[in-house]
């Protein structure tokens, strides 16, 4: 990035002090850096939280739609245009995770949702020269901070209004700067870019009228006129367009929060080892250090679903407590309550659970009784880390749960998890299949098995059965033989409809 076009104006330390950060149409360009086969299409993004589904964002392509139109509309006027469900959870990581790598430029950085649209930041740039090694590289680096793909718009101005305008009225991503006093820069630009948040369309309509079309229309009146007239609104506006804004820059504060993830088996649909899973994360955050005398606000649910579409690839829930929770038992019966009347529309990959709104103070008073549970859970926990020592660190106690008996996959049933709060294995199936070698009759019947070295006739088939969970995303087709050799040994193998191989199963 070259800033030439900056020599030989004034030092940025006597005249600016802030920086604004635009990107338009953030949701649509959110979704094409994770959906590249949406580049040259028509598309809209719509939110249906309403009582009408509602255009929220739209793709270049989508020419003739217009942000705040119903889906009905939009589709009348591009026919053609690809319907993308607002993913509004995924919108929010993404813009975090932009004022995370700027957090490394400034410490004063604000996301702003200005006019509910996700895209503007303000970044407090005095001091920053310095630091960098001058006015160039400082600017460099506030550009660079951002990904590519989201194209900012920068204005620097004295104040938070006057860079948005730098940044709203420039055509193209890079940066323009306010020359001059604020008052004078904005005097030619229109009215209509005093944001709804701080001005409302009523107010707009009725300068119009008033003939006051531009800024320096507006600034040109007498301030005690428009208070008389429109009250305090009309005051704002004459200030905003007079270049006086006075709003301070509040840098986000970042939230301390504690976060566990754990990888489940493949397939994981089962209500219960959802509910085993957010048992375990719970158990582990509340046993880390920081957790200690801590009580928490809010926790976040996040699952990773399994084969699942690029814009579907999480499921998520925010859960905010009336009272602050301060044992794993408590939350786990908030959260799983929830999940029994609102689940992952898939099979989870991993799952994690976020803890936040962080305090050290609560009201729950405590109780008088012993807790038996929590005493004999203390004494197991010490068995283990004695296991530990002489088993060189490796977990040696672990709790089997039921997840799903019904499951025709034996593997599927039971899981095992580390009693040890510390453990970050994962959870784990309490049997799993093995490969084996299989001589195949014409029926693709097993005549022989290889056990170790040695090949060992089947002398007769048992019991055989089946079954196909082809609705799966990761469909499921075993056929089960229960054989028995020459030795008199018997064994369950199964031929996978996937893979064509042969496994042993144990139950």
């Known amino acids: 990035m070259v800033f030439r076009f900056l020599e030989g104006r004034p030092d940025m330390a006597d005249s600016t002090t802030i920086g604004c950060l635009l990107i338009s149409h953030f949701r649509a360009r959110v979704e094409l850096g994770r959906r590249a086969e949406l580049g040259g299409l028509a598309g809209v993004i719509v939110d249906r939280s309403g009582s009408r589904p509602v255009v929220v964002d739209c793709l270049p392509a989508a020419s003739e739609v217009e942000v705040g139109m119903t889906l009905e509309q939009a589709l009348a006027l591009q026919p053609e245009a690809v319907v993308l469900e607002s993913d509004e959870p995924h919108y929010a990581r993404e813009f975090e995770r932009l004022l995370d790598g700027l957090d490394e430029v400034s410490d004063r950085v604000e996301g702003a949702d200005h006019d509910g649209e996700l895209g503007v930041v303000y970044v ?10 001058g006015e160039g590289p400082m600017l460099e680096a506030l550009l660079t901070a951002v990904p590519e793909r989201f194209q900012p718009r920068v204005g620097i101005g004295p104040n938070k209004f006057a860079a948005f305008i730098a940044a709203r009225t420039r055509r193209s991503a890079g ?32 300068l119009h009228r008033l003939g006051l079309h531009r800024m320096g229309d507006v600034a040109g009146q007498e301030m005690h006129a428009l208070l008389d007239r429109f009250g305090h609104e009309g005051q704002r506006a004459w200030e905003l367009a007079s270049g006086i804004d006075e709003r301070p820059l509040r840098p986000r504060v970042a939230e301390e929060s504690i ?43 996040v699952c ?27 939350a786990a019966e908030i959260i799983g309550g929830r999940l029994e ?20 103070a609560t009201g729950v008073q405590l109780s008088l009784f ?23 660190g490796k977990h040696a106690l672990h709790r089997l749960v039921e997840v799903a008996p019904w ?11 580390s009693i040890d709060p510390a453990a970050t294995d994962s959870m784990r199936p ?58 008199g040994q018997r064994l369950t193998i199964y031929r996978d409809g996937g893979d064509q191989r042969w496994y042993r199963q144990t139950a």
Not at 374 to 385: G, I, K, P, S, V
């Open 175 to 206: 940066l323009s700067r306010v020359d001059g006093s604020a008052a004078a820069f904005l005097a030619p630009h229109s009215v209509d870019l005093l944001p709804a948040s701080l001005v409302p369309p009523e107010l707009l309509a009725d």
């Open 259 to 301: 976060a566990e993830r754990v990888v489940l088996p493949e397939g994981s649909a089962s209500l219960e080892l959802l509910r085993v899973a957010v048992d375990t994360l719970l158990t582990r955050v509340f046993a880390q250090p920081r957790m200690q005398g801590r009580y928490a606000g809010t926790a976040t649910l």
């Open 407 to 417: 499951h025709p996959a034996p593997e599927m049933r039971t899981v095992q998890v």
């Open 124 to 133: 407090g740039l005095d001091g920053l020269e310095a630091m960098y090694g």
């Open 304 to 330: 990773e679903l399994e084969d699942a579409p690029t814009e579907a690839s999480s499921w998520q829930k925010e859960f905010h407590f009336k009272q602050r929770i301060g044992n794993w038992r408590r």
């Open 370 to 392: 012993p807790d038996i549970r929590a005493d004999r859970e203390r004494r197991l926990l010490e068995t283990e880390r004695q296991l530990q020592a002489r088993l060189q």
């Open 341 to 360: 009347t609102e689940h992952p529309p898939a099979p989870v990959e991993a799952m994690t659970v976020t803890l936040g709104n962080l305090s050290g």
């Open 430 to 487: 309490l049997t799993s299949p093995r490969s084996v070698e299989v001589r195949e009759g014409p029926a693709q019947e097993p005549r022989a098995v290889r056990l170790g070295n040695q090949w060992q006739e089947v002398s007769s088939i048992e019991d055989r059965w089946s079954f196909d969970l082809w609705w799966r995303p990761t469909p499921m087709q075993r056929s089960y033989y229960r054989v028995s050799q020459a030795d």
